[in-house]
């Protein structure tokens, strides 16, 4: 866990104090999904958003910055599965 609340906090580090915040969020949020969908268990979900949670708050992120951040990582993720839903009956 210290390795990926380091990783986030470095992310958000530079999402703070870059002045085009929207591409770093965006960067933190593609990297977030990447450890999401290669976690070896549910319990290393929960770490890697509960360290980008952390960082956040370290940070004093907005609560609107954040609540479109979990939506944006919502909606990619039930694309992925609707996707690898469907390339597994053979639809793709």
Same mark, same amino acid.
């Given at each position: 866990?210290?390795?990926? *609340? +380091?990783?986030? %906090?470095? #992310?958000?580090?530079? &999402?703070? %104090?870059? =002045?085009?915040? !929207?591409? !770093?969020?965006? /960067?933190?949020? =593609?990297?977030?999904? %990447?450890?999401? #969908?290669?976690?070896?268990?549910?319990?290393?979900? @929960? $770490?890697?958003?509960?360290?980008?949670? #952390?960082?956040?708050?370290? %940070? @004093?992120?907005? +609560?609107?910055?954040? &609540? $479109?951040?979990? /939506?944006?990582?919502?909606?990619?993720?039930? *694309?992925? !599965?609707? $996707? @690898? @839903?469907?390339? &597994? $009956? +053979?639809?793709?």
């Amino acid at each position: 866990m210290p390795q990926i *609340l +380091g990783l986030v %906090n470095n #992310l958000m580090h530079y &999402s703070v %104090n870059n =002045t085009d915040m !929207s591409v !770093s969020i965006d /960067e933190c949020r =593609t990297n977030l999904i %990447n450890r999401i #969908l290669f976690a070896g268990s549910q319990e290393d979900v @929960k $770490r890697c958003i509960e360290a980008g949670m #952390l960082a956040f708050d370290a %940070n @004093k992120v907005h +609560g609107y910055i954040i &609540s $479109r951040f979990v /939506e944006k990582i919502i909606s990619e993720l039930e *694309l992925y !599965s609707a $996707r @690898k @839903k469907m390339h &597994s $009956r +053979g639809a793709i």
